[in-house]
Nanobody, 126 residues
């Protein structure tokens, strides 16, 4: 099992940058697909980015392509989300999620993940 704790959220202005972190404790972080999702009020939880554990390319949601970047530091069991040029539509609670150890199918739906952090709020406002 693995536990996930997100941090780095806050209040930012449009066009600013923000970096989210997700620290994992437990086993086999380096063998898990890791993902960021977000959920805005009244909306479903949607994929932001997902990163395979085996060297595969990251996959991004259409609304964040070219602005956000997902990365991981395996020795530190930490997942990152670099958010650049944020806009009002990026306001949401951001969650990290972990796949099962050694799973290779990259899943894009929130319902396909069963390990979640508590979330960190990102608010884009003037």
């Amino acid at each position: 099992q693995v536990q996930l704790v997100e941090s780095g959220g806050g209040l930012v202005q449009p066009g600013a940058s923000l970096r989210l972190s997700c620290v994992a404790s437990g086993r086999e972080f380096n063998a898990r697909i890791m993902a960021w999702f977000r959920q805005a009020p009244g909306k479903e939880r949607e994929l932001v980015a997902v990163l395979p554990w085996n060297g595969g390319n990251p996959i991004y949601g259409d609304s964040v392509k070219g602005r956000f970047a997902i990365s991981r530091d395996n020795p530190k069991s930490t997942l990152f989300l670099q958010m650049d040029n944020v806009n009002f539509e990026d306001t949401a609670v951001y969650f990290c999620a972990a796949g099962r150890p050694y799973e290779v199918i990259v899943r894009k739906l929130a319902s396909q993940y069963d390990t979640w952090g508590q979330g960190t709020q990102v608010t884009v406002s003037t």
